[in-house]
């Protein structure tokens, strides 16, 4: 009879990772520990320090599921159901784009304007601060995806209230659970429809978007993981990507409030041209462009006059 070796946590660390490497995934180790230490509800480091601990046959069972998962390129996050963003834990789900920590730049370029747009607001009211729980300062995300600028906004923002809008009515469902779950529900309203369509007639201090920007050509030829498994409404925008800038840059400076921004994430080479479309709307004044950390222009933020 042949022995039979035993799966222990080291193992089977080295063989999925050796697996994972020859279907090309392009972090194969991390992404092994990843779904492991997630499998056994542990900290990666956990794997570490225990590397001669057996695996039961039901958790090798589970385990053998989502390394099936990882190699047809659903990327990890949709294996775990979970992203972390801005230090915050979203639930994600194959309705909604994975959020990226390029988009990390746009929530913090708008938490940093909204912080200062409350206190000129505060000054121009005779205080030294808002006045606390009050909500004053009102703002939009479109095409909001699991909620990640949004939620984050509001979590690192006080005295904000939010409107987001998604064209998924499945995504919408999953933001509103990630507001619950982040405590941030009660300042905000969900909408679903096509842009800024749904909140019409409302004013903002910002809107926020990371609208889909890749040019319709460009789709099949993104990575698998991305192209495969994450949604095509989430990622498609016109022959050149920029459709969807066009209209926000069109209908979005009348709708915002005294000292409003628009704030958008854009993709590699568009920021110049997402900054003229601004700059044509007769409403805007200053435009920047903010690179990320890979020095990537990434950000486009346009000043109402
Ligand atoms: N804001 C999320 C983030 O940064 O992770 C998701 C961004 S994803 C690139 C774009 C989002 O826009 C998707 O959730 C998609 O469903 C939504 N969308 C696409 N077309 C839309 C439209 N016409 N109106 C509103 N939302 C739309
Ligand atoms: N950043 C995403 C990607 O490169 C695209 C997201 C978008 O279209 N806004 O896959």
Do not use: C
């Given at each position: 009879m042949a022995t039979q070796e035993v799966w222990t946590i080291g193992r089977i660390l080295k063989w999925t990772q050796d697996f994972f490497a020859k279907h090309g995934v392009e972090s194969p180790r991390l992404d092994a520990e990843v779904l492991l230490a997630h499998l056994l509800d542990k900290e990666?480091?956990?794997?570490?320090?225990?590397?001669?601990?057996?695996?039961?046959?039901?958790?090798?069972?589970?385990?053998?599921d989502m390394?099936?998962?990882?190699?047809?390129?659903?990327?990890?996050?949709?294996?775990?159901?979970?992203?972390?963003?801005?230090?915050?834990?979203?639930?994600v789900t194959e309705d909604t784009l994975v959020p990226r920590p390029d988009t990390e730049i746009l929530v913090q370029a708008a938490v940093e304007r909204l912080k200062k747009l409350a206190?000129?607001?505060?000054?121009?009211?005779g205080e030294a601060e808002p006045e606390k729980g009050k909500p004053v300062l009102k703002f939009a995300d479109i095409g909001t995806?699991?909620?990640a600028i949004c939620l984050s906004v509001l979590k690192f923002t006080k005295d904000t209230e939010a409107a987001t809008v998604d064209i998924s009515e499945k995504a919408r469902?999953?933001?509103?659970?990630?507001?619950?779950?982040?405590?941030?529900?009660?300042?905000?309203?969900?909408?679903?429809?096509?842009?800024?369509?749904?909140?019409?007639?409302?004013?903002?201090?910002?809107?926020l978007s990371n609208p889909p920007y890749i040019p319709d050509a460009e789709v099949g030829q993104l990575q698998a993981d991305v192209r495969l498994s994450e949604p095509h409404t989430a990622l498609a925008g016109g022959a050149d990507g920029l459709d969807f800038y066009r209209r926000l840059c069109a209908e979005g400076p009348e709708m915002l409030l005294p000292g409003g921004f628009l704030a958008f994430e854009v993709g590699i080479h568009q920021a110049e041209a997402v900054a003229e479309l601004?700059?044509?709307?007769?409403?805007?004044?200053?435009?920047?462009?903010?690179?990320?950390?890979?020095?990537?222009?990434?950000?486009?933020?346009?000043?109402?006059?």
């Open positions: 990666r480091i956990y794997l570490y320090v225990h590397f001669d601990e057996p695996l039961e046959k039901p958790e090798l069972a589970r385990f053998h390394v099936k998962q990882r190699v047809s390129h659903v990327p990890v996050a949709y294996i775990l159901g979970e992203k972390e963003f801005m230090g915050l834990p979203f639930r206190g000129v607001q505060a000054e121009a009211a995806g699991t909620g469902a999953v933001a509103e659970g990630n507001a619950e779950a982040l405590g941030v529900a009660d300042r905000v309203t969900f909408y679903t429809g096509d842009l800024l369509g749904p909140v019409q007639g409302q004013k903002f201090h910002a809107i601004a700059k044509a709307n007769p409403l805007i004044g200053d435009t920047e462009i903010i690179k990320d950390l890979a020095g990537i222009e990434r950000v486009v933020v346009a000043d109402l006059k």
